[in-house]
């Protein structure tokens, strides 16, 4: 058979992410905070978005048709799953204006006495808009800069040394002090940078490590303590033999180190106390990036009818709109194609992101009632009553895919009575247990192990085969290695260590 080129014409289904679509995926995982900086810049980029921070309802998109919306949205579902593949070919033909369903905003009430219908009531844009004010009343004004480690070491230094050689040493260590407060970079380094003796970098160094925070400007941790201790006048060579052991302190292992240091059972102890009360890392007070304070992303309260409310909160919910009216009047005024085509596209990508912004908010909502559904005992009873839950389940429950799901948890704080939680605590591993019983959560057994811990006296330290034996007489069937697993993410130490700590604290008692 001859080979030779033809056309053929054929029909087919395929997907292309388009940037629009990507875009409103990328929403989704984003923080409030991360989400309130991109808004921003869309605002300063497109002259068609303002800010709409009138109280009330957020306006929703308009839409087509029911079957419509309901067809994109799948979509939207189709373009999430493909998103975590590679080598996506096609083309996307879906109109900008029909990409997510025309539903209502909500406000979940979830009943937790068992019923099986999720009724919905109120609205959940409600309330203030979010802090983008300029104004002098803003939160931000009532801040001051916070003072660096670097500023505040570097202005001891002006006051502590009068050489003009020795004082550009001094910032070349202080530069080379991380946030800890610890000098990153050997001296030989800076020695040969600056073309001067490593002995007289050293020089300088003493006197650096002399400034406030003590401590600061240390090569290890042994260093940095040795430093506050000497400020206290503690730093005898029994201290000294401590410090040059700090993993025998670690590991409690209290019997070596009276042998090492020379001392008794009540001086160690004394010892070990001034050890644990100096500051391994004298620079966390200052410098370094501003605490950001967890603000929740929806609130669960409780009703009371006894089923809880799930309501998303208004002001990490940045409220855009598209001003029609100046659309309308610079769209007059365009006098060539190429002013055409800019108004056309800001307006294209204008109507996308608060179609964006309110379908993610919508998603947040489903997935959050979804949760409190499946974990209602743990709102209601505490951690103990936490149920294993995964992504798929959540994912099936609501009608999406799991990496929707997976984005949507990603950075996102719920809050209720028991307090501020990220909504990725609630998917826990399932450990089996014995006989036919339901299976338990991880984050639940690891409760369990804990408060064994806590409630164990020095007279009987619990192993971890005897924290396994216990465990199994609840119905919980776990490995030994699983506990131990448990035990060491929690940061509780073995039996041997904690009983070593236990007789030490009791001897130094009496």
Known sequence: MAMMPRMELRQGQSLVMTPQLLQAIKLLQLSHLELQNFVEGELERNPLLERNDEAGEMPLANGGSEGAHAADQASYERAESLNTQEGMEGRLGTGLENVFQNEQPQIARLDTRGADSLPITGGAYGGSGGSFEDGPEGFESSLTAELSLHDHLAAQLDLAVASPAERLIGRHIIDGVDDAGYLAEPLADIAVRLGVDEARVEQVLRIVQ??????????????????????????????????????????????????????????????????????????????GSAAETVVPDVFIRPAPDGSWLVDLNPDTLPRVLVNQTYHARVSRAARNDEDKAFIAECLQTANWLTRSLEQRARTILKVASEIVRQQDGFFAHGVEH??????KTVADAIGMHESTVSRVTSNKYLTCPRGVFEMKYFFSAAIAATGYGEAHSAEAVRYRIKQM??????????????????????????????????RESLRIPSSMERRREKLAMAGAGR
């Open 453 to 486: 811990i806590d409630e164990e006296s020095p007279a009987e330290i619990l192993s971890d085969d005897a924290i396994v034996t216990r465990l199994k007489t609840n119905g919980i069937d776990i490995a030994r290695r699983t506990v131990a697993k448990y």
């Open 386 to 391: 936490l149920r294993p839950l995964n992504l």
């Open 210 to 287: 002399g400034f406030d925070p003590s401590g600061v400007a240390a090569r290890d941790v042994s260093e940095c303590l040795a430093i506050q201790l000497r400020d206290r006048d503690r730093y005898d060579p029994a201290m000294q033999a401590l410090l040059a052991n700090l993993p025998l302190v670690a590991k409690r292992d209290y019997t070596a180190l009276k042998r090492i240091c020379g001392v008794d059972d009540e001086d160690i102890a004394d010892m070990v106390a001034e050890i644990r009360s100096l500051d391994p890392k004298p620079g966390r007070a200052f410098g």
